[in-house]
């Protein structure tokens, strides 16, 4: 069964359960309702749930000037007690007074963890998967801070980016990993950092990670260089379980670790905090398909149930994660990322009729 252990928030105060949605751009308006409906037929196994539809991303921007609004923000801080994110547009080149929404929800949230399972279906329930492992991404510093400036030298434009890696940063993000380690089979944790190169910023990160291991002392600590982390993540997954990463890396090597379980389309997500968790699929806004019914909506519906999970519905989430473990193993309603001719909806509809 797809399942990642990761924190969980007390439930049992809890009488009904509220969650924001998002979809923001391209297909997140097509898989965001997709997850939702997944969650509507979990039925008894939450608490009366209510869904407020919240609004961001480079379309609103276009259409109002604000990427991010304060309305947002305010009802994810006041109203709900989750939410589900879709994906963003964000153009290539810089566009004045935009930034992206989903790293400034991440910040005004504290949402300090990325957490994105990349697992594949074993052919039967009763094998283990051939790719198991989990990233956990420091989400609020780094590169991701984006503080650039660009300057005239005596050879032309100059271009730099402060990077930004903090104890306080460092160690919350190495406590998360930990804990996933702890709860995980395999109790294994690799630091991902380049301070062969970058030996104050990685440095700081990988010594701040480590201080945190005499808390876990039934972990297994090993270190990689991110280079050769992505080159052995194509050469031999099965060397890791949990990987800790700063920011930009865990952002690479989460998306190149979705190659090896067929596509974008099922690796899911939550970006995490101490009070809140919002799930997002790893894939993008994917503009070339949006309105042809063909986005996989699994990733979004995975990360509907990692956001359960979160939040101590186990039971939810696991119907949920059951459903389209079934689903894909059969491989008769498959979409086109995965090598099917599918539509969305055909299987969504399949995953609902499992939960």
Request: charged fraction near 25%.
């Given at each position: 069964m797809f399942r990642a252990p990761i924190r969980s928030m007390a439930t049992s105060a809890r009488k009904s359960l509220t969650i924001g949605l998002i979809p923001a751009d391209g297909i997140g308006k097509e898989v965001i309702p997709a997850a939702r409906t997944a969650i509507e037929a979990v039925g008894s196994d939450l608490p009366p749930t209510r869904f407020?539809?919240?609004?961001?991303?480079?379309?609103?921007?276009?259409?109002?000037?604000?990427?991010?609004?304060?309305?947002?923000?305010?009802?994810?801080?006041?109203?709900?007690d989750s939410a589900l994110f879709g994906s963003v547009s964000s153009p290539s080149k810089k566009v004045v007074g935009y930034s992206s929404p989903i790293v400034a929800l991440r910040k005004k949230l504290d949402l300090y963890a990325n957490v994105r399972p990349v697992l594949s279906v074993s052919p039967s329930p009763d094998q283990p998967s051939a790719v198991d492992m989990v990233v956990v991404r420091e989400n609020t510093e780094c590169l991701y801070i984006k503080q650039e400036q660009?300057?005239?030298?005596e050879h032309g434009k100059e271009a730099r980016a402060t990077r930004l890696i903090t104890e306080r940063a460092s160690t919350r993000i190495g406590q998360m990993a930990f804990e996933l380690a702890q709860a995980r089979a395999r109790k294994h944790l690799t630091i991902i950092h380049k301070s062969n190169v970058l030996s104050v910023t990685d440095g700081l990160f990988r010594e701040s990670v480590r201080a945190v291991h005499e808390k876990y002392p039934d972990v297994t600590v090993a270190e990689q260089l991110v280079d050769s982390a992505v080159y052995r993540l194509f050469r031999e997954p099965q060397i890791y379980d949990v990987m800790v990463a700063p920011n930009l890396y865990g952002?690479?090597?989460?998306?190149?670790?979705?190659?090896l379980v067929g596509s974008?389309?099922?690796?899911?997500?939550?970006?995490?905090?101490?009070?809140?968790?919002?799930?997002?699929?790893?894939?993008?806004?994917?503009?070339?398909?949006?309105?042809?019914?063909?986005?996989?909506?699994?990733?979004?519906?995975?990360?509907?149930?990692?956001?359960?999970?979160?939040?101590?519905y186990n039971k939810g989430a696991d119907r949920i994660d059951s459903a389209v473990d079934a689903v894909v193993r059969e491989g008769q309603l498959l979409t086109p990322d995965l090598g099917g001719k599918a539509k969305t909806s055909e299987v969504v509809n399949a995953i609902v009729k499992r939960i």
């Amino acid at each position: 069964m797809f399942r990642a252990p990761i924190r969980s928030m007390a439930t049992s105060a809890r009488k009904s359960l509220t969650i924001g949605l998002i979809p923001a751009d391209g297909i997140g308006k097509e898989v965001i309702p997709a997850a939702r409906t997944a969650i509507e037929a979990v039925g008894s196994d939450l608490p009366p749930t209510r869904f407020v539809d919240l609004i961001a991303g480079f379309e609103t921007f276009t259409r109002t000037g604000v990427a991010l609004p304060d309305e947002t923000v305010e009802s994810l801080q006041k109203e709900c007690d989750s939410a589900l994110f879709g994906s963003v547009s964000s153009p290539s080149k810089k566009v004045v007074g935009y930034s992206s929404p989903i790293v400034a929800l991440r910040k005004k949230l504290d949402l300090y963890a990325n957490v994105r399972p990349v697992l594949s279906v074993s052919p039967s329930p009763d094998q283990p998967s051939a790719v198991d492992m989990v990233v956990v991404r420091e989400n609020t510093e780094c590169l991701y801070i984006k503080q650039e400036q660009q300057t005239l030298g005596e050879h032309g434009k100059e271009a730099r980016a402060t990077r930004l890696i903090t104890e306080r940063a460092s160690t919350r993000i190495g406590q998360m990993a930990f804990e996933l380690a702890q709860a995980r089979a395999r109790k294994h944790l690799t630091i991902i950092h380049k301070s062969n190169v970058l030996s104050v910023t990685d440095g700081l990160f990988r010594e701040s990670v480590r201080a945190v291991h005499e808390k876990y002392p039934d972990v297994t600590v090993a270190e990689q260089l991110v280079d050769s982390a992505v080159y052995r993540l194509f050469r031999e997954p099965q060397i890791y379980d949990v990987m800790v990463a700063p920011n930009l890396y865990g952002d690479i090597l989460s998306d190149a670790a979705a190659a090896l379980v067929g596509s974008l389309g099922v690796v899911p997500s939550v970006n995490a905090g101490d009070n809140f968790v919002m799930g997002e699929p790893v894939h993008g806004s994917a503009p070339d398909i949006v309105g042809q019914e063909i986005a996989n909506p699994i990733a979004s519906i995975r990360s509907a149930a990692l956001m359960l999970r979160h939040l101590g519905y186990n039971k939810g989430a696991d119907r949920i994660d059951s459903a389209v473990d079934a689903v894909v193993r059969e491989g008769q309603l498959l979409t086109p990322d995965l090598g099917g001719k599918a539509k969305t909806s055909e299987v969504v509809n399949a995953i609902v009729k499992r939960i």
